[in-house]
């Protein structure tokens, strides 16, 4: 046997030694051992320290009112007083029918629709006083804020469009025309009383083909512009062979509430005022507006017509130009085509004595009552329904309104392509200006209409201008405040 050298001991030591920590290294995850990493010239940062998350905020609690249970809304029924009528009514029944087929809550929505406004506030009325008012009301935004001031009636819908589950998205919210959606505000915007459904306007229906005959070029842009081109039609029509036609040919009287406070506004009154302070209507600018008017009654160019409608007249060029709602132009569409289709006609803005032309928008809008937490989630889930673009646009083209989104507007160029005239008011939406939102307009638009038909009598003169509108003044008071 042989002998180990003085120096095998130690080499036996240093390979146990190295073996024991060979067998101490952790084993790779694969079969495959890793490539060794090259140095790096330039040392690694130290390592971050965790950040631990955020603590979570806590949730809102909802409302109690919208804290309802889905099931609850299964098979519960929804009323709703419109008030619609021909084809806009079977419109809106079409698309009850679908939501209460595919609404995936079970509601199930009745209409009841009494046939025009003013039987819809006698439903209202007696409903109030026997409490038997429906979950949906669709009226003019007038109308809603009178009923409100009356006794509070409706439910406060920011709740609704701006809850995470049953609201209206941000995108939703912002294709609103801000005209129309503030219409239906309330408090400097804390409170929504309903939501914009259509909107409509008073416009000038113009022969452009007529006017150019006459020697005009161009629409009116001013009153006197306007005066100027109706006692033209005027004189050519005393100059031809038809005798029939003399006395016609400038604007038809027309003394819708809608139409005189548009003149008005053309003259300086602030139409959003009216009706959120006293009612002076005795201003130096309606005794303008008032003494224009008449001076073209005067000047027999405005006449006051036989016919309760203009469209045949303005066919047969008796007039110029006439003003009529926008609901008013399917049927000068039919009569012009069929009366005189070589001419062309178009919609104009009203003409203002300074600044831009102006345009009121007014129309209706839906809201929900004050009702169980159930029934008015129920009325909210069918007005939003209701207020999809191409819902809105379905409407809007049935009854040739104004959808109140530009979503809905986009979802109408076909519908504008096929009636120009409609197209051509449609570019006024944006600088369309509210109606008196104020409930007490709601009464006291009769009044300024009553005041009207009084300035076209042949029996008042220039001079009783200025009695007129203290009359119109002094009765107002009494509209709103009647004496037992």
Not at 131 to 159: H, K, V
Request: aromatic share 8%.
């Amino acid at each position: 046997m042989k002998t180990l050298s003085p120096h095998q001991p130690a080499l036996l030591a240093l390979l146990l030694m190295a073996l024991l920590l060979s067998a101490c290294q952790p084993a790779p995850l694969s079969g495959t051992a890793p490539a060794p990493s090259k140095p790096s010239a330039t040392p690694r940062p130290a390592a971050a320290l965790p950040t631990l998350p955020p603590a979570p905020s806590p949730t809102p609690t909802p409302p109690p009112h919208l804290q309802v249970d889905p099931e609850s809304l299964r098979g519960l029924q929804i009323t709703f007083l419109h008030p619609f009528y021909a084809d806009s009514a079977a419109a809106l029944a079409a698309l009850t029918d679908e939501f209460n087929q595919t609404n995936v809550w079970g509601l199930h929505v009745k209409l009841q629709a009494p046939g025009s406004a003013g039987l819809m506030n006698k439903a209202v009325a007696d409903a109030l006083q026997d409490g038997s008012l429906p979950q949906i009301l669709a009226a003019e935004s007038a109308q809603l804020a009178a009923w409100e001031a009356a006794q509070p009636t409706f439910a406060d819908l920011n709740d609704y469009m701006q809850d995470p589950n049953w609201g209206l998205t941000a995108e939703e919210r912002a294709s609103f025309f801000p005209n129309f959606w503030e219409a239906d505000s309330a408090a400097e915007g804390t409170r929504q009383l309903a939501l914009p459904a259509l909107r409509t306007a008073r416009l000038m229906v113009y022969n452009q083909t007529w006017a150019e005959e006459l020697g005009f070029a161009a629409p009116p842009t001013d009153e006197k512009e306007l005066e100027l081109q109706l006692c033209a039609a005027l004189q050519a029509n005393l100059a031809d062979t038809d005798r029939a036609n003399d006395g016609t040919g400038g604007w038809i009287v027309d003394s819708d509430p809608y139409t005189i406070l548009t003149f008005l506004a053309a003259f300086g009154e602030d139409p959003a005022q009216v009706g959120d302070r006293t009612y002076t209507f005795n201003t130096p600018a309606n005794r303008d507006a008032f003494a224009y008017l008449r001076g073209l009654f005067d000047r027999t160019c405005a006449w006051n017509s036989r016919q309760p409608e203009p469209q045949e007249y303005f066919s047969t060029r008796r007039t110029l130009l006439y003003t009529a709602a926008l609901q008013d132009l399917p049927r000068q569409e039919r009569l012009q085509t069929r009366l005189n289709p070589g001419d062309t006609w178009t919609v104009l803005p009203f003409p203002a004595v300074s600044g831009d032309p102006l345009v009121i928008a007014s129309g209706h809008s839906y809201a929900a009552t004050l009702a169980k937490p159930e029934e008015q989630l129920g009325a909210w889930l069918f007005i939003r329904w209701l207020s999809l673009p191409r819902h809105q646009a379905r409407l809007a083209q049935t009854a040739a309104a104004w959808p109140v989104s530009q979503a809905a507007l986009d979802l109408m160029q076909d519908y504008a392509a096929s009636h120009p005239q409609w197209a051509a008011a449609a570019q006024w939406i944006p600088q369309a200006r509210p109606a008196p939102r104020s409930g007490d307009w709601a009464r006291t638009q009769f009044v300024l209409q009553d005041a009207a038909w009084q300035l076209f009598q042949a029996n008042l003169t220039a001079e009783q201008i200025p009695d007129l509108l203290t009359q119109l003044d002094d009765t107002i008071p009494d509209v709103l405040q009647p004496t037992p």
